[in-house]
């Protein structure tokens, strides 16, 4: 499925062939929130921290805007001392603003910027006087995003049609999500657990899982983190914990897992569960178990179109009932070609080449924009002199005339064409 959404010159990256890249110098600038690359989850700070490494092998120089305890190739600037979900903290508006002021005060060093601060990005790239690109990894269906849009900003990046459908008559340069994913475990013959991975919230469909596992009889292990938020932890008091209690012992929770141990509990599952409802814009989750062979099943919402095959790489169900259907089915799926499949497509050396096209281009339209405008000040001060000098012309023979003319006793006419 396509959207009219109207590209800027060039805006097919995900579609050309990768080419050599000249060195850049490239800010990378991230959220406070988890540190780059995340203990354990953390979506946005996974992809700075794949991009970055990319990079840099490419050689590229590049420094990364994110908290003190991040663990990154080339340079790190601390914009704060530690990641702030992992100690508590649930505002984050000031780290924003910190880290914006202190991309700000270093702009001049870099070629070109590449922001993941959502909307933060906006007023950013507006105020920049290198190119900016802005890349959104949470949902732009959002009241905040109603007038944000006004006046877009060149270099915006959605991670998939779906979510850039939210805005369809924007520029929008689409380039999903890649992982290093050659790595990945796999099991021909795993158990026949499920697995459900992600956070414990209700749009993500938590619940439902437990739901799915007891319907078909399937033992089911959740790894997922609790937010911080006032409403995340009141759900998973008030609602997740009794659920969990009252699931009995065929349904494990095993909390927030180390990125090695979650890639095991996919390989070692007869399928992953994605039963949320909300339009998730890409979903590493989903790339993930699908490089360890493991089917997804999902609902048919936001980007996970645009990553399953339907009947090949797992289902799309409705509801509860659909899922139960469908679980019988999984045994036919081949994991092997499920896991080659994935890792060409959705690799970090892929998504890599596309940011790096897109960078070079952007390079290069500013240094266009900023010759003409060169050529232009030229040609403005050469004429204001041109006209200046003839000015000073007519004065000197204006003056003249008039001596000439108190000398004859005469009278002259204003002589504004002498």
Not at 89 to 114: K, L, P, Q
Not at 255 to 264: I, N, S, V
Request: proline content about 7%; aromatic content about 6%; some cysteine.
């Amino acid at each position: 499925m396509t959207f009219p959404m109207r590209p800027r010159p060039g805006a097919d990256i995900a579609t050309r062939s990768s080419r050599a890249q000249r060195p850049l110098r490239i800010a990378q600038v991230a959220p406070a929130i988890e540190q780059v690359p995340p203990a354990a989850y953390g979506g946005t700070e996974r992809i700075v921290h794949e991009l970055t490494t990319k990079l840099v092998e490419a050689g590229h120089d590049v420094t990364v805007f994110a908290s003190g305890d991040s663990n990154v190739p080339g340079r790190l600037i601390p914009t704060v001392e530690r990641a702030l979900r992992p100690i508590g903290v649930s505002d984050f508006r000031s780290s924003y603003e910190t880290t914006i002021e202190m991309v700000r005060a270093r702009m001049g060093d870099f070629d070109v910027i590449h922001s993941h601060l959502e909307s933060w990005s906006i007023p950013l790239a507006k105020s920049a006087s290198v190119p900016v690109v802005s890349t959104f990894h949470g949902r732009l269906d959002l009241p905040w995003t109603a007038h944000a849009f006004d006046s877009p900003p060149d270099g915006i990046v959605a991670i998939s049609r779906s979510q850039a459908s939210a805005h369809p008559s924007l520029p929008w340069t689409i380039i999903h999500n890649g992982l290093t994913l050659d790595r990945a475990p796999y099991r021909q013959d795993p158990s026949d657990a499920l697995c459900f991975v992600g956070r414990v919230d209700p749009e993500k469909g938590i619940v439902e899982a437990m739901d799915i596992a007891r319907r078909t009889g399937r033992r089911l292990r959740i790894a997922a983190k609790v937010g911080t938020l006032r409403h995340q932890v009141d759900y998973y008091e008030q609602v997740f914990k009794p659920a969990l209690k009252k699931a009995g012992p065929s349904i494990e929770y095993l909390g927030e897992l180390e990125p090695h141990d979650r890639d095991q509990l996919f390989a070692d599952s007869a399928a992953t569960l994605m039963p949320h409802t909300w339009p998730e814009p890409f979903g590493l989750v989903c790339i993930e178990s699908l490089a360890c062979g493991t089917p997804v099943l999902a609902r048919r919402v936001g980007g996970l179109p645009e990553i399953i095959r339907e009947g090949v790489d797992g289902y799309f169900c409705d509801d509860v009932t659909a899922f139960a259907f469908f679980l019988d089915r999984v045994p036919t799926l081949d994991r092997a070609a499920i896991r080659s499949r994935v890792i060409d497509r959705f690799s970090a050396r892929r998504m890599a080449d596309r940011y790096q096209e897109l960078y070079t281009r952007m390079v290069d339209q500013h240094a266009i924009a900023a010759s003409r405008a060169a050529t232009a000040s030229r040609a403005g001060v050469a004429s204001r002199e041109q006209r200046g000098g003839m000015s000073g012309a007519r004065s000197e023979t204006r003056a003249e005339a008039r001596a000439d003319a108190r000398a004859r006793g005469g009278r002259i006419e204003s002589a504004t064409s002498a």
